[in-house]
């Protein structure tokens, strides 16, 4: 292997940069040329890619966003656009690539590998959903700034006696708002993967009233059902009834956004230079996984299989907590 390309593909989130760099400093420190591609798969079915050195990556491991760019691309999806990428990486000379994403890029990834292409994974998303790693870059980012938010609105919601939702993103995973609501110290949170109904939320407002609290905090995850709008709509009608006046705040895409924590750094480092390692042992057709404060192997199958939810003791303890 001489030469390989890496991309970011999908929804970004504040631990690219660095794993970019990680993937070309080691790159270039085991003797291969390191080709930039721009725009996720877009950039490869239309040729978009520029080679890549120790200094085009300086600077970067502290900056959100990506350099290279990241989009949807939906012509991926297809064989046709699958062998416009193929036809790409053998114009470039690339015979290995690392793909930087979430659990659709890994599936891009995987279509590129059940076409013989040397493809190798790194998972990372803000949702935490990719099956096989205990934790995907960016999320420890992203939860530092929802926490960051939690805080300040709980100063304000104390003064005023409110109560305030707080919904978080996440898509149709409810871990973001469950590890945030932990660290956050909230009275409730609502996920995609409980059903909880409006009469259990109106219930615990009140029960936080009467139990003397001077704020009641509920993180709601951007994929629970009927979803924070309706909640608060509801909230409105009952708003005689219940002891606090309600609040409601979308973080939205500020989670997206920001420097990556210390965490989000060494972590990007360590899966993008394990993975650029790994391409070159013959590993393609892998993730490079974090599982008990280890890189690992899992194959992208493996990984794309299902979408990993959070675990149970997790919620139990955000119960036992909220007291
Ligand atoms: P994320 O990686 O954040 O989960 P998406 O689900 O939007 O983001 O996927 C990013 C891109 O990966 C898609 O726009 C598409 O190009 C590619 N992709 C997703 N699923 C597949 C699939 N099953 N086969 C091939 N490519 C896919």
């Known amino acids: 292997m001489k030469r390989i390309g890496v991309l970011t593909s999908g929804g970004d989130n504040p631990g690219l940069n660095p794993c970019i760099r990680a993937v070309v400093r080691m790159g270039l420190h085991l003797g291969l040329e390191v080709m930039g591609i721009r725009r996720g798969y877009a950039g490869l079915v239309d040729g ?98 929802i926490l960051d938010a939690i805080d300040k609105i709980k100063d304000t919601a104390s003064s005023h006696n409110r109560a305030f939702l707080i919904e978080t993103m996440g898509r149709n995973s409810g871990y973001l708002a469950l590890a945030s609501g932990i660290a956050g110290g909230a009275e409730m949170v609502l996920c ?14 009140d029960k936080a009233y009467v139990l003397g609290k ?52 060494i972590l990007a480092t360590r899966l993008g230079a394990a993975a650029v390692q790994h391409l070159l042992d013959g590993k393609a057709g892998h993730i490079v996984g974090w599982v008990q404060s280890k890189t690992q192997l899992i194959t992208l199958e493996e990984a794309i299989s299902f979408h990993k939810a959070y675990s149970q003791d997790l919620w139990e303890l955000a119960e036992i907590m909220a007291k």
């Open 214 to 265: 001077s704020h009641c905090i509920i993180v709601v995850a951007e994929g629970w059902k009927p979803g924070a709008q309706a909640l608060i709509d509801h909230l409105r009608e009952r708003k005689d009834t219940l002891g606090f006046s309600v609040r409601v705040t979308h973080l939205g895409h500020v989670q997206r956004g920001g420097s990556p924590s210390a965490f989000d750094r």
């Open 48 to 145: 978009e890619m520029d080679t890549m050195d120790a200094r085009s990556v300086g600077g970067i491991i502290g900056h959100g966003g990506t350099i290279l760019g990241t989009a949807r691309c939906p012509e991926f999806r297809e064989v046709k656009g699958r062998r416009e990428a193929l036809r790409t990486l053998n114009r470039f000379g690339i015979d290995g690539l690392v793909v930087i994403g979430g659990n659709g890029s890994l599936a891009g990834a995987q279509a590129l590998w059940e076409m013989d292409f040397p493809t190798i994974g790194v998972p990372s998303t803000i949702d935490n959903d990719v099956n096989g790693t205990d934790i995907s870059v960016g999320v420890d980012t992203a939860l530092n700034t």
């Open 192 to 205: 995609p993967e409980v059903d909880t109904q409006f009469e259990a939320v109106t219930d615990m407002i």
